[in-house]
């Protein structure tokens, strides 16, 4: 089946503490992102990745890293979560770069920094 | 820059009453323009899309149409069911991050 997969699906953790949230699509996709969802204020571009190696920022970077060793992963690295991450967070994926591809969405993971 | 503004919600229906979700939009150059739905507990699915002016995408019973001139895309459905009752997000794609810009979602409630 394909699908955009992520674990965990729910994290509670403290300050301070670093944590990867994983993503992986078996789609083959080029691109893939993270998004944060926030109540009232929809969803917010955190990072995106073109391809393998080639990764830049999106509208809400700050506190957050990732990286594309392999076309299939995506992992979002908290190095030091504060509690104004905690957020619900959606990985994507689609086939190509392209404006009007069809982005794939993983089930999200809510996470709580205390 | 680029935005997408949505009706407040949430919006009570009761089971086959007429739906309009209105969105409208702010970009430079042609964005492609989609619907998204969430259903509770769940990721997002794309609900359906239309990539240049008055295109029209279709899915499930729901319609929108790119307008231009009105920078418009809203969401419409003839006669809505209680499976239908989700949040929608009205996005739109553009630039070279091909980020997607969300609006801030409209919960749709069906009541039997």
């Known amino acids: 089946e394909a699908q955009v997969t992520q674990n965990p699906r729910y994290l509670i953790t403290v300050t301070g503490k670093k944590l990867t949230v994983t993503c992986s699509q078996n789609m083959n996709h080029e691109y893939m992102s993270w998004y944060r969802q926030d109540p009232g204020l929809g969803l917010r571009q955190i990072y995106y990745s073109m391809n393998v190696e080639v990764t830049d920022k999106g509208d809400v970077p700050e506190g957050y890293k990732v990286s594309r060793k392999e076309k299939r992963n995506f992992p979002l690295i908290l190095e030091s979560p504060s509690p104004n991450q905690t957020s619900l967070y959606f990985c994507?994926?689609?086939?190509?770069?392209?404006?009007?591809?069809?982005?794939?969405f993983g089930p999200g993971t809510r996470l709580l920094v205390l | 820059g680029n935005s997408v503004t949505q009706m407040e919600g949430p919006v009570t229906l009761s089971e086959e009453a007429f739906l309009t979700i209105n969105c409208t939009y702010t970009a430079t150059g042609y964005p492609s323009l989609f619907w998204y739905v969430q259903y509770p507990g769940e990721g997002l699915q794309l609900l359906l899309k239309a990539t240049k002016a008055d295109d029209k995408g279709s899915n499930k019973g729901f319609e929108a149409t790119y307008r231009k001139e009105t920078t418009s895309f809203h969401l419409e459905k003839g006669s809505v069911q209680v499976s239908d009752s989700a949040v929608y997000f009205c996005a739109l794609s553009w630039g070279g991050r091909r980020a997607l810009t969300f609006g801030s979602g409209t919960r749709l409630q069906v009541q039997p």
């Open positions: 994507a994926s689609s086939l190509s770069t392209g404006n009007k591809e069809t982005q794939y």
